[in-house]
């Protein structure tokens, strides 16, 4: 009985979180991506002029969907979750013009930091490039806004699962083993709420199937995550996270001011020691 309860009790996993004002460092970027840093927060990395022309651009968008996949939320792009790679990467060929068209000729936050990570890499032998295959490429980021309503938008979930399970198909499947970070950036903050939640709890294979979600990581119960530690990061508007997205996280419910958070999200990690790949 007693070694049943242990398997049940979630392990805690020490944050660690790095926060501060000014634009990204590329070590800092590898700093998460090798395991040493949980999260970062840099505040005011990006223009607010940015921020609000992405943001306009989002809900004006021709791209603009409701996701069909049981996670509320609107979004213009493509996302790997629950599909195989065919489909994947032929929705997010067909999704490009609107991701593209939402960047359009602005400084882009986003390639800016793929092109500069890409670089530093390159130094040391190590290739950065998008996903793809047969079927197509994947997109630099996607947009999202997430409408879940109660305590969260959106419910508390890993980003390892949905990658370990993606199949032979998907190459970035590799990725699972070592840290899948999940890169946001902030152009729309709600007047309260939608803060980033963490918390200290790495879920193993058997965590998951223990909460019968080995293949999505999503949702966790609030039953599941009681006694386990955890940190809001308190996001505004010109804002980047990068976090290891093997922990359990969320985001909090909004209300407030009429505005809608909205994020431009992607993830990337090591697939092989000479090889990080980047997809939605």
Known sequence: MATNQVAQTPAISPLTIKERTGSISIAEIISVLKGEITALHIRQAFSTEVAEEITRKFFGSPGLDERKDGVPGQYVGASHYRKDAATYFKEAENARPHVDALLGNLVDPVRALFDALKRELHKGGIELRLARSEHGQANVCRALSWTGSGTFSLDPHDDVAQVLRAGNNYEFSAVAHNTVA???????????????????????????????????????????LKGIPSRDVQLEAGDIALIDGGFVHGVTGQSGNGKRRVLLNCFFGFARPDLVLWWT
């Open 182 to 224: 999940a890169l946001n950036f902030y152009p729309s903050m709600s007047g309260e709420g939608g803060n980033l939640r963490l918390w200290s709890h790495k879920p193993s294979v058997a965590d998951r199937k223990s909460q019968g979600v080995e293949t999505t990581g999503y949702p966790y119960s609030a039953a599941y």
